[in-house]
């Protein structure tokens, strides 16, 4: 189990390399030397150790080659490490859900997982092929976001928290869909762990299945 989780960081090892190539990379690197991980339990820890270095040892603001090019994420060091502690968070509950023993991902880590994918998977300057139209992600633990979606492409704004500054008794406008859960719940109903469905959803559902469906070039 414990190799077959570890093997996930083949991953984070070529985000290593392509940190390392620096912003002026096109693509993502292959990392130097033998990528695979062993299988041998004290050396697989040292070579897991070793791969989360080489993360570090680069700065957040560091530029850096991203698939996400057209997203509101940056193309930093900084962002790239963002969405693999997600996605690594993601993986864990995998690996729990296999034993028997799934838990919820913290709730910081679920809350800013929502906005990361949101803003890097949801965010895009391809011009939206339907009628435009905002669609709402409300964590039932208080944070919400809207997705605004038109010929401009799509972008993310978070919308205050009620009873937060002094226009706290104003509702913004409706959103044409809505989607809301836990913020765990997003995170996983995102990745596809759980059906999308299995969330709230009020609004215009046709809206989410255009969504799965495009897949502008980022």
């Known amino acids: 189990m414990l190799f077959d989780l570890v093997q996930t960081w083949a991953g984070r090892r070529a985000w290593a390399a392509t940190i390392a190539a620096g912003p002026d990379a096109t693509s993502k690197s292959a990392p130097q030397g033998d990528p695979s991980?062993?299988?041998e339990r004290d050396a697989?820890?040292?070579?897991?150790?070793?791969s989360t270095q080489e993360l570090r040892e680069a700065g957040p603001d560091r530029g850096c080659w991203t698939w996400w090019g057209n997203s509101q994420s940056p193309q930093t060091c900084?962002?790239?490490?963002?969405?693999?502690?997600?996605?690594?968070?993601?993986?864990?509950?995998?690996?729990?859900?296999t034993v028997g023993a799934p838990r919820p991902l913290p709730d910081e880590v679920a809350l800013d997982g929502v906005e990361e994918f949101l803003t890097t998977i949801c965010t895009t300057t391809v011009a939206w092929p339907h009628?435009?139209?905002?669609?709402?992600?409300?964590?039932?633990?208080g944070r919400s976001w809207r997705n605004w979606l038109s010929d401009d492409g799509a972008?993310?704004?978070?919308?205050?928290?009620?009873?937060?500054?002094?226009t706290a008794d104003e509702e913004p406008d409706a959103a044409d869909a809505c989607a809301r859960?836990?913020?765990?719940?997003?995170?996983l109903g995102f990745y596809g762990r759980i059906p999308f469905d299995s969330l709230k959803l009020d609004g215009?559902?046709?809206?989410?299945d255009q969504l799965?469906?495009?897949?502008p070039e980022q």
């Open 37 to 39: 991980a062993p299988r």
């Open 44 to 50: 697989l820890l040292v070579w897991l150790a070793a």
């Open 78 to 97: 900084g962002a790239v490490a963002r969405h693999q502690l997600h996605e690594i968070a993601v993986h864990t509950y995998d690996a729990q859900l």
């Open 131 to 141: 009628e435009p139209a905002g669609v709402d992600y409300n964590a039932t633990e």
């Open 155 to 166: 972008r993310l704004d978070r919308l205050p928290e009620r009873g937060a500054g002094p």
């Open 181 to 187: 859960g836990t913020a765990n719940e997003l995170v």
């Open 204 to 208: 215009n559902g046709r809206i989410f």
């Open 212 to 215: 799965v469906a495009w897949a």
